[in-house]
């Protein structure tokens, strides 16, 4: 049916819109031709590709479609993407491959002009009216490809669309980058597989993750700097509380840090939109076109961060939001105007969408799903060039640093929910995180009712988190010990990214003055995490008792123990803690 050695799709290049990592084949990566090669093997009707985000799928994708036009298998195309803007980055890129697909299809058109072989539409779109895109699947032979699939899995009406529209199709292609939903919602066309613990998980026909990408220099490695700070804010009860931002807590008291912290009115978003711009700066020394994008939660904050990008850099930020009309343009012109720095979005670059010389990031938003955060960080792992380095700003917040340090593993879509362990040091359950998603754009309405205000919020330098490992013993903004890590190349292979990250904290432990309380001994961090969550989870059962809000006690504890916050305390003072409460335990 096919011939691999064919020239077919000469014209596409092999990581559109860039060339090949360094090292691959001339046409295609190797990933891409190993799946292309076992699509042509097994001729399925149906295939679906995992590969992480800017390793190439669009690429892969074109070039099954071209094969299967070139040989007759296939005479229509369906692009399904899930946003109005990849319609035309998919129509562009398959143009280039000489397919000529109409982005613009609306559904009160019916049909498409002669002069295309298909249609870009969006899962919305179909589900509005699958009827009229199932009769266009069956009036020809049809291959549909499906852009981030596990968009059809978002409500029932979307799936069932999708199943609907495009079941007659002859062959179907699935792409996503993130196979894993936060539900249980079956993705049409997904084959799903019982796993060990007998729960049923997607299947994909080909994987590409993360970690092999990273190693094949295909996709830039990304630097997470966590920040942290302290935080104070008022509860729906009038209770002004603090806790330190990422030190154990509550979820109820990680989540209101968390979005204090977020609040543009406080100190923590503009110390780290400087850092996040400081480092910019240094990666524009060596990668003149870099640009940055801040994610935001919702529209209000989104330009209250824009207003402060557009103080500190002294010129004015693209602000992308999800009902500007203009929002398509505005994302391209950022594209190509190397002189532009930040962009600033909600969701519409979140996904997909290509924009390949962002390589600084501020995760400045209080979404934390995983399919999200991947999604997210995705934006910034496209390589162009050897040995780009990507960095992603983010709160130090447990859910957000797990996700970070975790970003190599790879997940499968499972249709029920494995028995979950307690969750500890303030993490967030999964199904607790799909709630917080899908209530993010409600946070303003809630500040408005009062159930919440915040009242103030500082930051401080963290830590960092590249490939698993943590780096760097923390710091004041502006202080050596940030700069230490600000200050890294912005072109620098894996490996002596991990290196050099190593001798700063080295440089760290050096400078520290001799006599800091455990400055001698290595830290038990398991010990340490263990103490923490006991700690945690006796403060809870005291408030069970009292009544007694769970920050007021740990605040009490502080009065009476001394010491910085549970995130910054040391192993004694943890200890002297827990048996300052047992010791309130038994008092009448």
């Not at 993010?440 to 009062?450: C, I, N, P, T, V």
Request: overall charge negative; proline content about 5%; glycine content about 8%.
């Amino acid at each position: 049916m096919f011939d691999v050695g064919t020239d077919v799709g000469s014209q596409l290049p092999p990581a559109y819109p860039h060339r090949a990592a360094h090292g691959t084949a001339g046409t295609l990566r190797q990933w891409q031709q190993e799946a292309l090669d076992l699509y042509i093997q097994k001729r399925p009707k149906d295939f679906m590709a995992v590969a992480t985000p800017g390793a190439g799928k669009t690429t892969f994708a074109l070039r099954v479609a071209k094969l299967l036009v070139e040989s007759g298998e296939v005479n229509r195309i369906y692009l399904v993407v899930p946003t109005e803007h990849l319609k035309r980055q998919w129509a562009d890129a398959a143009a280039r491959v000489g397919l000529a697909v109409d982005p613009n299809f609306k559904n009160s058109d019916g049909r498409h002009g002669s002069q295309f072989i298909g249609v870009a539409v969006t899962y919305a779109q179909v589900a509005n009216k699958p009827a009229l895109h199932r009769n266009k699947t069956e009036a020809g032979r049809t291959l549909v490809i499906f852009d981030e699939i596990h968009h059809a899995g978002d409500s029932l009406s979307w799936g069932d669309g999708v199943r609907e529209a495009f079941d007659p199709a002859v062959r179907r292609l699935a792409l996503t980058g993130t196979p894993f939903r936060s539900d249980t919602s079956p993705i049409p066309f997904v084959t799903y597989a019982e796993g060990p613990d007998g729960v049923p998980r997607s299947r994909a026909d080909y994987s590409y993750g993360y970690g092999p990408a990273l190693k094949d220099l295909v996709v830039r490695p990304v630097v997470f700097m966590a920040y942290s700070g302290n935080m104070r804010w008022r509860t729906a009860s009038g209770e002004e509380m603090e806790a330190q931002l990422g030190g154990a807590a509550t979820k109820d008291i990680t989540q209101h840090a968390w979005r204090t912290a977020l609040n543009p009115e406080g100190e923590w978003i503009p110390a780290v939109l400087r850092a996040a711009h400081q480092r910019l700066m240094k990666v524009r020394d060596r990668i003149h076109d870099a640009g940055g994008l801040v994610i935001a939660t919702d529209h209000e904050a989104a330009r209250a961060y824009a207003a402060q990008l557009d103080r500190l850099t002294g010129q004015p930020t693209t602000v992308v939001l999800s009902d500007d009309k203009d929002a398509s343009r505005k994302i391209e012109q950022f594209s190509q105007d190397e002189s532009r720095y930040w962009m600033v979005a909600v969701r519409m670059v979140s996904e997909g969408v290509d924009v390949p010389r962002l390589c600084v990031g501020v995760y400045a938003t209080s979404t934390s799903t995983p399919l999200f955060f991947a999604q997210a960080v995705g934006r910034f792992v496209r390589l162009r060039k050897k040995a780009e380095v990507a960095s992603v700003f983010l709160p130090s917040v447990p859910v957000l640093t797990d996700l970070a340090n975790a970003m190599e593993a790879e997940r499968d879509h499972a249709l029920a929910a494995p028995d979950a362990d307690d969750p500890e040091d303030g993490e967030i359950p999964e199904a607790d995180l799909l709630q917080q998603a899908e209530q993010e754009e409600r946070a303003s309405a809630e500040l408005a009712k009062g159930e919440f205000a915040a009242l103030g919020s500082s930051a401080a330098f963290d830590r960092v988190m590249f490939d698993g490992e943590e780096f760097g013993l923390g710091g004041a903004i502006g202080s050596e010990d940030e700069m230490d890590f600000l200050g890294i190349p912005g072109l620098l292979e894996p490996e002596q990214v991990s290196q050099l990250l190593r001798r700063q904290q080295a440089e760290q432990l050096r400078r520290r003055p001799k006599g800091t309380d455990g400055a001698g001994d290595v830290v038990d961090h398991r010990q340490l995490k263990a103490l923490r969550s006991k700690l945690n989870k006796s403060v809870s059962a005291y408030s069970a008792k009292t009544g007694m809000h769970q920050g007021s006690i740990h605040t009490k504890l502080r009065d009476k123990c001394g010491g910085p916050p549970v995130g910054q305390a040391t192993q004694t003072q943890l200890e002297a803690r827990l048996k300052q409460l047992q010791l309130w335990f038994v008092s009448k």
